[in-house]
């Protein structure tokens, strides 16, 4: 995720759908890629410790860190830095999802809901919530492949519309085709036609 209010939401969302008000991460040292944070205190001095521990009031989050250089804990909230940082939000959502798992619960990897069995996500919709966003590629290939069934279906109805009326002819008036085959030249019309409509209309890069 990129977005930082959204990681913020699946934050709250691992929290509610575990029937959970705080979090007690694991330590740094049981989890595969443990997030540190900058804070600072009154007077501005920073600081970069571990997260320990998230929780949610029902309306905001807020982090707990372990202040190394003091005999204390320190509470953040999400008016404070480390709530800036969508990449070290990212991290603490992954670190509070490894702790579910190391607790032998099946976490959903997208909101966070208990799961049963080998279940992967516990919907569809988190399930395509997961999946990765299209390439420009993929999307300029999806578009042509829709425009290319319409430009199908559209030389598909064409001769129906004007049947027994000669496509080459100026707005399809009468013409002389004595000796020729109206079905082979139909078919070379309507060939020209596609490719015209396809070399306009495709999109590319």
Request: net charge negative; aromatic share 10%; with cysteine.
């Amino acid at each position: 995720m990129t977005d930082i209010n959204k990681v913020k939401v699946a934050m709250a969302a691992i929290l509610i759908n575990n029937h959970l008000n705080e979090l007690v991460l694991d330590d740094p040292d049981e989890l595969d890629d443990p997030v540190r944070v900058v804070w600072y205190d009154k007077n501005n001095y920073p600081y970069e410790d571990y997260v320990t521990k998230v929780m949610w009031d029902g309306k905001e989050l807020s982090l707990e860190v372990v202040a190394n250089e003091f005999p204390k804990h320190e509470t953040l909230y999400e008016y404070d830095f480390a709530f800036t940082n969508v990449e070290w939000l990212s991290g603490i959502r992954d670190n509070m999802l490894e702790t579910l798992r190391n607790q032998g619960l099946n976490p959903c990897p997208v909101c966070g809901k208990p799961m049963k069995g080998r279940q992967h996500y516990c919907s569809d919709g988190c399930r395509k919530a997961a999946a990765p966003p299209p390439t420009v590629q993929e999307v300029i290939d999806t578009a042509n492949r829709h425009i290319r069934a319409l430009v199908n279906k559209l030389i598909e109805y064409e001769p129906r519309i004007h049947a027994g009326e000669c496509p080459e002819g100026e707005y399809y008036e009468e013409k002389d085709c004595t000796g020729k085959s109206c079905a082979l030249c139909r078919k070379r019309y309507y060939n020209k036609l596609k490719k015209k409509m396809l070399e306009k209309y495709s999109v590319g890069l």
